[in-house]
Structures are given as C-alpha cells and as structure tokens.
C-alpha cells in the first residue's frame, strides 16, 4: 500500500490499491508514480483514491517496445535498485545487473548497462543521477560513472575498499560512499578519474551514535542525510 503522513497533525491515509513490494514513488504535479520490484507501475492521485493509470508492467506491456541492445528475461525480472531522472524517465538496475532507461512517455525501453558474460551478473546496489550522469555501484565494490543517454563510461572505473555499498552524489563533481564499516568517502571527478579526498573532511556523528548505516541523501552540496538500521537520521557536514 501507499500511505501519506501528515506531520503536523499526526494523521495519515493509505491508497485503495494493494501491490507488490514498492521499490520508488516519484511525486508528480498532482500525482503519484509507483514502480514496484517486479515492474510493475501505477499512477495514483494525491489523494490515493482515484487511479489516473492502471497498472503496467514494464517488461511484458505490449505497449512497450525496446530498442536493439535490450534482451531482458521476463521471467527473471527483479528491480534491486532504482532512481528517477523525471517523471517520464526511470533508470532501474535488475537483478541480474543490467541497467535500463524506462522512457514512460514513448513507452521505451533503453539499455543502459548490460553484463554480457555470465560470470558478471552480479546485482546493482546503489543508483544515482545528477546532471546527465548516472552512479552505478556493483555488488562486487565497483563504482561506474555513465551517461545516462548512451551508457558510455565518463570516469574510469574504481574497485572501492572496505565493502562500499551505498554511492551519492554531492554536486557534479564530488560522489559521496559509504562502506558497511560505517567510512564515508568523497570523490571528486577530475580528469575522467575519481580522486579519494581526506576522511578528515568529514564531521559527523561519532561511532557510538550512529549505528549501521542504511541509506544516504544529499540535502545539498555540504550537507548529507545518514540513516541508520535503528530508524535514527543523522546529518553529515562535507567540507
């Protein structure tokens, strides 16, 4: 279900619609995109009564055509990561470690990232997009930079240490990680490269608040969001 809370006066509502277990919502003017784990998506009214779209699914929708590079198993489909550029325009990454762009509006499917031997079908952890580009972080510790229009690599691809899992970006130019040992790095592109910065640049929440580290956001290009597995937030200064 979708609920939506009222803060101020402790309230909330939930939607009439039940589906699969949710991985996005992207908030519209006036509505509600919903991507769930299997592909399927709906769009619902802020009031969550009335369905301004039923319910589609990405992969098998006849409406949907894919370009040439795309050769997805249906049967297989799982989203483990996902990242809205735009209403009409989700960047998702399967299971299998593919990444695709969903075009909502011409009904399009794009290859973004494709593992072509089978020994690298490892799961995408971590999606992020700013200006263009997309971050993508692999399950064995590798960040890619790419264009979010032709998949080509823009940054030389990095082995992270330390069992990195979550990647952000800061600005443009500066990604921020986060390892499972609770150790944020920044990166600052520079010359197609990624170059580490000093952890000294960091002010944060010392070991003994801030338990294991479960999501990252960037509130703006000094300043990031840290939640924890124990449901606390915590900000993060980046100098």
């Known amino acids: 279900y979708i609920y939506i809370f009222d803060l101020i006066n402790k309230s909330h509502f939930r939607s009439n619609v039940q ?3 949710i991985v996005s919502i992207y908030q519209s003017s ?11 998506y709906i769009i619902l009214a802020m009031n969550l009564i009335d369905v301004l779209n039923p319910i589609v699914n990405l992969f098998t929708s006849l409406e949907y055509k894919t370009n040439s590079e795309v050769n997805i198993n249906h049967e297989n489909i799982i989203i483990c990561a996902c990242q809205f550029v735009s209403a009409n325009n989700v960047v998702i990454a399967l299971l299998t470690g593919e990444v695709v762009s969903v075009d909502f509006g011409q009904r399009k499917l794009s290859m973004i990232l494709e593992t072509v031997d089978s020994n690298d079908k490892l799961p995408v952890m971590s999606l992020s997009y700013s200006s263009g580009k997309i971050i993508i972080l692999g399950l064995d510790h590798t960040i890619k930079i790419v264009s979010a229009t032709t998949g080509l690599n823009l940054v030389k691809t990095e082995d992270l240490p330390d069992l990195t899992f979550l990647a952000e970006w800061m600005s443009p130019s500066l990604v921020v990680t986060c390892s ?27 070991n003994t608040n801030l338990t294991l580290v479960s999501s990252i956001k960037a509130l703006d290009a000094t300043t990031l969001i840290v939640g924890d597995l124990k449901g606390k937030v915590h900000t993060i200064n980046v100098n």
């Open 30 to 40: 006036g509505s509600l995109i919903v991507l769930t784990i299997d592909g399927n």
């Open 180 to 206: 499972v040992q609770n150790v944020f790095t920044l990166w600052k592109l520079q010359n197609e490269k990624m170059a580490c910065s000093n952890l000294s640049d960091f002010e944060g929440p010392t």
């Open 19 to 21: 589906l699969s277990p």
